[in-house]
């Protein structure tokens, strides 16, 4: 009885670094800057041209400060991190079952944030907002959004309209922020 508590102990534990790595990541990414190399960045080589010539061709994907995509990227990381730790908890032969089902359960909400926070994006991105992006958890939801303009009380509504009606969060948990 003891290991199935340990068990669970250890799937709460990870289940809460991750979450703490996610707002951690969110919140401090704007302090991480290194001017010199931008994510994304390609430089065609060996096409008939002078190594000078080359450079002079090179494609930013990503921009330097761009928030939105660091969000995405660390979200995704803390996700992938956390998925693999419950897979290998889910085949761990000398695991019980009940730690079994709780691996696949987590496995499931995980699944769920994914695809709601997405399909936020996408509506909200679709109202005419340049981008955002999602952070869901057990108890609140974040929206981060770029609004030129800043944000209206009409705009707050609006989005937190759209997280309603994709998902079972209240109005009081939903928080909507303005990217700076």
């Given amino acids: 009885m003891k290991t199935i508590w340990k068990k669970r102990a250890v799937i709460a534990s990870v289940l809460l670094l991750v979450c703490a790595a996610v707002y951690l990541n969110w919140r401090y990414s704007g302090q991480v800057a290194d001017s010199s190399k931008v994510l994304g960045e390609s430089t065609l080589v060996n096409a008939g041209q002078t190594p000078s010539e080359a450079e002079d061709i090179s494609t930013p994907v990503v921009e330097e400060n761009d928030y939105f995509a660091t969000a995405r990227l660390s979200r995704k990381q803390a996700r ?12 761990d032969e000398n695991a019980d079952e009940d730690t079994l089902n709780e691996a696949s359960k987590t496995l499931q909400v995980l699944a769920a944030y994914t695809v709601a926070e997405s399909q936020i994006e996408s509506l909200v991105t679709a109202k005419g907002y340049p981008d955002c992006v999602t952070f869901m958890g057990e108890e609140s939801v974040s929206v981060v959004v770029s609004a030129p303009e800043g944000l209206t009380a009409t705009d707050v509504a609006r989005i937190k309209d759209i997280v309603v009606s994709e998902t079972d969060y209240t109005p009081e948990q939903i928080k909507i922020l303005e990217a700076n």
């Fill in 80 to 91: 992938d991190s956390a998925i693999s730790m419950l897979q290998t908890a889910e085949v």
